[in-house]
């Protein structure tokens, strides 16, 4: 498997690109994006990937500034993928997945949040920048996100439905 389409199963994220949301809570600045977003596969540009996604499910909880993710996917090739890990908006955080430590750092920008990753594989540094977005209505979710590495680059556009409200993932930073 190569390194950049490892890179994208270990974030299997994507960013935003809708420009407006829902005003946000000042006390509560994530909780437009709490609930459960299954994936809009037709509506998606999946890029140069090499396995498009038949479907993807995540559940996003946030607490405070970190929000907490629980995304599960089906590629087109019948492989499955799931992944727990916890973003923060307006700092750095660090998720281990599949082995490898993947750090993050987030920020606010405007209506959105932005997300800078990077993990290392070997002598390879592999950093992906995503930024996600609500739309007005804040039942649409715009992932949208480049992922560079020295054997290219590639860029997705993701949208999701939301689908309800998620139960909190119960598992720890």
């Not at 935003?16 to 829902?22: K, L, V």
Request: proline fraction near 3%.
């Amino acid at each position: 498997m190569s390194a950049l389409l490892l890179f994208t199963v270990l974030l299997a994220s994507a960013a935003a690109g809708i420009p407006t949301h829902p005003a946000r809570d000042a006390a509560h600045p994530l909780a437009g994006f709490d609930g459960r977003w299954v994936l809009d596969a037709g509506r998606s540009d999946f890029g140069s990937a090499h396995s498009v996604l038949r479907s993807r499910e995540d559940e996003l909880a946030s607490d405070g500034e970190r929000l907490r993710v629980r995304s599960r996917s089906v590629r087109a090739n019948g492989d499955s993928t799931s992944l727990d890990y916890v973003y923060c908006a307006d700092s750095t955080s660090e998720n281990l997945l599949s082995g490898q430590l993947v750090r993050t750092t987030g920020r606010h920008a405007g209506n959105a949040i932005e997300f800078v990753s990077v993990v290392k594989l070997l002598l390879l540094e592999l950093r992906a920048e995503e930024r996600w977005s609500l739309a007005a209505a804040g039942d649409t979710l715009v992932m949208e996100r480049t992922a560079r590495s020295p054997l290219g680059n590639q860029h997705q556009v993701l949208y999701f439905a939301k689908r309800g409200v998620a139960s909190t993932p119960q598992h720890k930073p």
